[in-house]
């Protein structure tokens, strides 16, 4: 009993043992710190907006959620506004898209081509019984020679 | 104890059970929840339509019933009748007194509209162009309307006041027409309350405009004339919403009993085993109960289901830590308590447990001294892996969040600043407990290793483990505090852990070490939290410097730039919706700019900008404009038409003194056979202005709020060209010229080409960051912020400090109920009670200060801002006199275009009303859009045109800002032509930057002020309690008897006084107990002597007596004379004996004999004593026996001694004949032995006093021998008592235990 507290204890205090730079987040919702010296690779554009689409369409957030940048422009139609952290954005699209079902969802317009690549589309979703939607606009900007999302609208 | 137990177990279990089983049936109800729907859908879809309909006719009927309300308290003022029958200037002067004299709502409006449907008289803002079309033809004597105007749908609520038809409308806003930003006008939706009510789309339209989609079902609202006045849509819920919507709160309830019965269960289960077992387990599974607990209201979202809005918003804060247990600072503030708590039970087991003690002992006995120091380099190491923890958690604090934690005008914390330093607190105190467990237990190991030396001890393992710092670091690589830090935990940690040894040592008791040491362990919680929590927002801040630096280098920003182009495809479809496209002439009519441009998500989001349209022949038709000058519009449009359509054309306008960029872009228009008609324009500003003119720009975005101290401290964007400064919005920070090659060379080598500063600009001190534009190389963008000096940081360690001590405050209010609960009342010696009147001393002023320094603040403020605004209207209305000379010139000339040329040469923003309607303007679009009312406030219409007032300042309002507007009336050759107005906005910036600022200077000084009074006041309770605290020791002594005890004392105050007099009076007290103690020695031995004598005669009474009874005998010469002599020669022997031992016994040790206890027959005693007595004349004696013989166990000679002493009494009582009567008796366990006399009797007030020693009426004698008796009987455990009647005789009563 003793040792089992001990080792609960011990992989408490690992969990706290966080790194946030970089940063990368895994499906289990737990945030691991890679090596110092690693360097994470990015996916290409096109990519990181099928990601988004995908995990959108299925109510995933961590299906995109390595992809956020360090900081993350969010304007949200629920009313809040700001800069987030990438461990906070990823929170509050959660509870975001956590209460709204989706209905459908698609980007339909992709916009790759220059320094300032974004994708927006129509999200479609049921909330308290009423079918509402959205507009989603998402940009890329470059974060050490690697794209990440910058900027997260939802309006 | 254990039955306590029992007793709490037990409603523990019952509430546990009562919960699972609470979530039993509602998981089984939810399961028959859809069929159930299904079932009654149709039934219940027709009662939910009939309760919808009421509701909402019932939400439209309250409204038009406090519309109305407030009519009739207008209408039977009879003054408002009274003034329509007054004509001219005093009748409107009345008219507006009375109206405005009623407290309104904001949007709520009162009209007294003449019989031509003119405005009389009204308060509020205007509800039509015409108020004629809201009256309508041969309106009737009430009524009730809606009617769109503009932006909005009113509701009026109108009645006839007199017989010449005038009439008196309320009216407000029912709904926005445009969903347009909050930041232009604010949010008034009846359809929108009523969809949030009943959880269904409710849409409100006017007959006629709007036509419902056939799934809606239609609910008209009618007048008395059967007239619709206005009809609710609803969009009915789906079986399906339905069924979800009610699974949801079932789930939600199912959570909530899951929630209670983990605590009924964590409950019942720490109280069973903490009965079973007295080891670890108890604690270990009390800290296991709390985290099931924790995890089980995680899991079932408790307590966030229940309580929407901030706190469990993950927009203040999030951090995906393990099992979202600080999803939200809701959770985060659940888990922190819930590890405090367990670290504190871990703490306080391990040391204030005999089991702590006894592991070490354990340990330390297994291993030699080298394990010990093996040991203690593990702990080092461990308890530093746990700090980098904590040190990580800090930065998820700050970086995770977007809470401001300090607001410098602000003299407390705000709410979510609070929580989050309370989270600081309660995580340093788990960490403190947690590295204070292992420290001792080190020390202690120690300590057996090196049992003799103590300081040795300290030196070597404070040494040690501050050594394992830097060794750390090297290990960890990747280090997330300070050297410092962590050199400050160890220290505290040390610190800590000598305390608690002293406390210890000194067995000042368990409840006493436990609040000392939370104190501790608070306190330096908050000196090692804090400042690393600053660090942190230091780190944050300049992060986002380098967010907004980057974003200024970009070449353009891609959600502006998207805004822009949706913008234009949305116009374009709008228009294509909105008109046949040859009516895009008469767009300014019907204000088709500004139509389509709430349609875009310029509208929606608030962004200045501007739409233009143009027709055919490329003349401008409409524009609509929002917080962009001419010039601005002018640049970026010419930009716009030298390019491509439909696409975004860009331009900086660093070089203008301004910062950002402007946007625009513009596209054709085609009717739907492809025709062209006309083209329209799109434009954007970057910057984040209102309305008012010279509006100091900041950045559009979000960031201008979390610079910590952006109101108290300057930021200052430079941009440099080929290192020269081009551009710079600083007025007090502007730096030099030339960029200097220092900084060239660094940004060179800086990574991401990024470089920070320390610099000193024209006197400041700055932080400064550098940013090379890497699109543009020779560019490079520069921001500086101001830094604050020191007084900022005191003030703002001041306010966190007071959670610190509200956090000690909750601590002793509960340590405070626990030992009122135990009977224990805890109390305030006098050094505390001196503390805590220091303490309140210094922090009442503090609180004086802060109500009278923002009163102070705002009315100096408000003054400010009435000498501006009186100075701009003197200026205006001088500059305008100059132009006009009559009255065509004034309506002639004062135009838009005039106005925007002088607001533009004054940097002032105004307007000019003729006949309390807007005339013109240099913010015009805001009027013609509707968000500006364009009829002139009622009460500056009363005191300027009315009144002839000067000047009149009033507050108005604007989507959700509020602010002032000064007004001055126009004369030309005196009269009045119209009236000036001029806003004013952004005093509350300036209102919070100077309360700042005040705030900074006094509390932050007087944070130093603060600190040193408790410190001095601490410092001074101790001195002036010594003293007290000496007496009352010495007084202790004294209550212990020894009275050799002085309180050393010097002083010459009255606590010298006091000590000196406690001295004297103990000195005295020891003199007079030692006179007491020989007195009371002299007054044994007399006493002695006194019994000694008395038993010595009690044998030598019947000596005396039976020589005397021989002596008579053989006078006589009785018959029996040799009998006699043998008798009495016999007794005379026995009664030498009893002398002698008495004799034997007082030589001995002068004591009295011993009792010797045997078993005798009271009849025979008593018996054989009257036989002593029998021969002296004039006394008969009767004795009665006692049936059935009574014995008890008694000394023999001791008993004789009593009954001799008492039939002597008598005997001397008769004097000279008498009776003297003797009798035995039983009851119960009782010997009863009666001795009565015939004698006088004994008079009452010596009755009382017979058995007191010393006492006696008689000449002779010691008046012992009562006071022997009574003690001698009372040695045997019985009662002497006495009861005598005069002239009749005393009767003493003896009583025996059998």
């Known amino acids: 009993m003793k040792w089992f507290l001990v080792i609960l204890l011990m992989s408490f205090i690992s969990e706290a043992q966080v790194k946030t730079q970089p940063v990368t987040i895994q499906a289990d919702d737990t945030l691991v710190t890679p090596s110092v010296h690693s360097v994470v690779q990015r996916s290409p554009i096109a990519e990181i907006f099928q990601n988004v689409e995908h995990g959108l369409q299925n109510n995933a957030v961590d299906k995109f959620k390595k992809e956020l940048g360090e900081i993350v422009s969010m304007t949200i139609s629920s009313g809040d506004h700001g800069y987030y952290s990438a461990n906070q954005a990823v929170l509050v699209l959660v509870g975001y898209f956590s209460e709204r079902r989706l209905v459908s969802f698609k980007f339909s317009r992709i916009h790759e081509k220059d320094s300032a690549p974004y994708a927006t589309g129509r999200f479609i979703y049921v909330q308290k019984g009423m079918q509402k939607s959205a507009q989603v606009y998402v940009s890329l900007t470059q974060q050490d020679s690697q794209w990440v999302i910058s900027q997260f609208n939802i309006y | ?1298």
């Not at chain 2, 709007?210 to 609202?221: A, D, S």
């Not at chain 2, 706190?311 to 995906?320: G, T, V």
């Not at chain 2, 908050?526 to 986002?544: K, S, T, Y």
């Open chain 2, 1 to 1298: 104890m254990r039955d306590r137990i029992i007793r709490n177990v037990r409603p523990a279990l019952w509430g546990f059970f009562v919960c699972v089983a609470l979530a039993g049936a509602l998981c089984a109800i939810r399961i028959f929840i859809p069929s159930y729907i299904s079932h009654r859908w149709d039934a219940e879809r027709s009662i939910r339509r009939s309760q919808n309909e009421q509701i909402i006719r019932n939400a439209f009927q309250s409204r038009v019933e406090q519309l109305t309300e407030i009519l009739e308290n207008v209408s039977v003022d009879t003054s408002l009748a009274a003034s329509i029958n007054l004509n001219g200037v005093p009748a409107a002067l009345k008219a507006f007194h009375t109206l405005n004299f009623y407290r309104l709502h904001d949007d709520q409006t009162l009209d007294l509209v003449d019989p031509q449907g003119n405005p009389f008289a009204w308060n509020g803002p205007s509800i039509a162009h015409r108020y004629a079309e809201v009256l309508g033809q041969n309106p009737p004597e009430q009524f009730v309307r809606v009617t769109q105007n503009g932006l909005r749908t009113y509701l009026t609520v109108g009645r006839c006041l007199t017989s010449d038809k005038y009439y008196l409308m309320a009216s407000e806003p029912l709904e926005l027409n445009s969903p347009i930003s909050n930041r232009f006008v604010q949010k008034v939706s009846l359809s929108e309350d009523l969809s949030q009510k009943l959880k269904v789309k409710v849409t409100l339209r006017i007959p006629q405009t709007t036509q419902p989609n056939q799934e809606e079902l239609v609910i008209p609202i009618v007048d008395r004339e059967g007239n619709t006045i206005v009809e609710f849509s609803i969009e009915e819920k789906t079986i399906e919403s339905e069924i979800a919507s009610i699974v949801e709160v079932y789930s939600m309830l199912i959570g909530f009993c899951f929630a209670f019965g983990s605590i009924f269960l964590a409950y019942a289960g720490t109280l069973w085993i903490a009965r079973i077992r007295k080891d670890w387990i108890p604690t270990a599974v009390s800290i296991l109960s709390l985290w099931l607990v924790r995890l089980v209201w995680r899991e079932m979202e408790f307590p966030a289901t229940i309580i929407n809005g901030w706190l469990f918003n993950p927009n203040l804060y999030a951090s995906p830590f393990v099992f979202g247990l600080s999803s939200s600072l809701g959770e985060l503030i659940l888990s922190m308590v819930t590890l405090a708590i367990s670290t504190w039970l871990f703490f306080t087991h391990m040391i204030f447990n005999t089991q702590g003690e006894e592991v070490i002992a354990r340990l330390g006995s297994r291993v030699k001294r080298i394990g010990a120091f093996i040991i203690l380099f593990v702990i080092a190491l461990f308890i530093l892996w746990i700090f980098r923890g904590f040190s990580e958690a800090l930065r998820s604090f700050v970086f995770d969040s977007t809470i401001r934690f300090n607001n410098p005008s602000e003299i407390l914390l705000d709410g979510t600043s609070a929580i989050m330093h309370l989270n600081v607190l309660l995580l340093g105190v788990s960490l403190l407990c947690v590295s204070t467990v292992f420290l001792w237990m080190g020390r202690k190991i120690l300590s057996i290793q090196f049992p003799s030396s103590e300081l040795k001890i300290r030196i070597l393992y404070i040494v040690f483990l501050l050594l394992c710092i830097p060794l750390f670091s090297w290990i960890d690589g990747t280090p997330q505090s300070q050297f410092f830090n962590a050199f400050l935990f160890i220290t505290f940690s040390v610190v800590l852990v000598e305390l608690l040894s002293r406390w210890d040592n000194s067995k000042i008791g368990v409840p006493s070490t436990k609040w000392r040491t939370v104190v501790s362990m608070v306190l330096g919680s908050f000196l090692l939290g804090v400042p690393m929590i600053h660090q942190r927002l230091q780190q944050r801040e300049c992060r986002e410097v380098e967010v907004v630096a980057k974003e200024l280098s970009r070449p353009s920003d891609n959600w502006l730039t998207y805004v822009v182009l949706d913008g234009i495809r949305t116009s374009v479809e709008g228009l294509k919706d909105e008109f046949i496209t040859n009516d895009i002439a008469e767009a300014k009519k019907t204000n088709l700019a500004f139509v389509l441009w709430t349609k875009t998500l310029l509208g929606k989001e608030g962004y200045n900008s501007a739409l233009v349209l143009y027709d055919q022949k490329g003349d401008e038709v409409d524009r609509f404009v929002v917080g962009m000058s001419k010039p601005e519009q002018q640049e970026i449009l010419t930009r716009v038409f030298e390019g491509e359509e439909n696409s975004v054309h860009i331009i900086g306008r660093t070089g203008q003194k301004t910062l950002g960029k402007l946007y625009g872009a513009w596209i054709t228009v085609r009717d739907s056979n492809e025709k062209f008609v006309g083209s329209l324009a799109l434009l954007l500003s970057e910057h984040q202005k209102t309305f008012i003119h010279d509006q100091e720009t900041e950045p559009l975005r979000q960031f201008g709020d979390r610079f910590e101290n952006d109101i108290v401290r300057e930021i200052a964007f430079h941009e440099f060209q080929m290192d020269t400064l081009i551009f710079s919005t600083g007025s007090k920070l502007t730096p030099d010229r030339f960029l200097s090659s220092t900084i060239e060379a660094e940004l060179q080598k800086a990574p991401n080409a990024i470089l920070w500063k320390d610099m000193r600009i024209n006197g400041y001190e700055t932080q400064t960051v550098f940013l090379r534009d890497m699109n543009s190389p020779e560019k490079i963008v520069s921001i500086s912020l101001e830094r604050l000096d020191v007084r900022w940081e005191l003030f703002s360690y001041l306010k966190e400090f007071f959670i610190c001590l509200g956090v000690l405050a909750a601590v002793g209010m509960y340590a405070f109920i626990r030992r009122r609960d135990r009977g224990v009342l805890p109390t305030l010696g006098f050094k505390g009670k001196l503390f805590l009147g220091f303490a309140c001393i210094t922090l009442l002023p503090l609180a004086v200060l802060s109500y009278y320094n923002k009163q102070l603040v705002a009315e100096r403020v408000q003054e400010q801002v009435e000498t501006t605004l009186y100075r701009e209207l003197s200026q205006l209305q001088d500059r305008i006199s100059t132009y006009i000379t009559d009255e065509e010139d004034f309506v002639l000339g004062v135009d838009d275009d005039f106005c925007e040329a002088l607001a533009s040469e004054y940097s002032i923003d105004f307007s000019v009303y003729r006949n309390a309607s807007i005339q013109a303007s240099s913010r015009s679009e805001l009027y013609r859009a509707g968000l500006l009312d364009g009829r002139l406030n009622g009460e500056a219409f009363t005191s300027s045109v009315l009144g002839r007032k000067s000047y009149f300042l009033t507050k108005e309002k604007i989507g959700s800002v509020e602010y002032a507007v000064g007004y001055a009336p126009i004369s030309i050759a005196g009269s009045i032509v119209g009236v000036l107005a001029i806003p004013t906005l952004n005093r509350e910036k300036e209102i919070e930057s100077e309360l700042a600022q005040r705030n900074a200077y006094v509390f932050g000084a007087y944070a130093i002020v603060f600190g040193i009074a408790l410190v001095g006041g601490g410092l001074l309770a101790l001195r002036f309690a010594r003293p007290l605290r000496l007496l009352t020791l010495a007084a202790k002594d004294v209550s212990e008897g020894n009275l050799a005890v002085r309180v050393e004392t010097h002083s010459r105050d009255e606590i010298g006084i006091l000590a000196r007099s406690f001295n004297e009076m103990v000195f005295k007290l020891q003199k007079s107990r030692e006179e007491l103690s020989k007195h009371e020695r002299e007054s044994a031995w007399k006493e002695m002597a006194k019994q000694v004598a008395h038993e010595i005669r009690n044998p030598l009474t019947p000596i005396k007596l039976s020589i005397q009874h021989v002596r008579q005998a053989f006078k006589d010469k009785a018959p029996d004379r040799e009998e006699i002599l043998q008798r009495v020669t016999q007794t005379v022997i026995d009664q030498i004996e009893v002398l002698s031992r008495i004799a034997s016994e007082f030589s001995s040790f002068a004591k009295m004999p011993e009792s010797k206890f045997e078993r005798l027959n009271i009849d025979d005693l008593l018996k054989e004593t009257i036989n002593l007595f029998r021969e002296i004349q004039g006394v008969s004696f009767i004795h009665t026996l006692a049936s059935p013989m009574v014995m008890i166990v008694a000394d023999r000679d001791q008993l004789r001694g009593v009954f001799i002493n008492i039939i002597r009494n008598a005997i001397q009582a008769i004097q000279k004949a008498g009776t003297i009567t003797a009798e035995t008796s039983l009851e119960k366990h009782t010997c009863i032995i009666k001795i009565s006399d015939t004698g006088p009797g004994i008079p009452e007030e010596i009755r009382t006093r017979i058995f007191e020693p010393n006492f006696s009426t008689k000449t002779e004698g010691m008046g012992l021998g009562l006071a022997i008796a009574r003690r001698v009987i009372e040695d045997h455990g019985g009662t002497i008592s006495c009861s005598s009647e005069r002239g009749k005789g005393t009767t003493f009563e003896i009583r025996l235990p059998v």
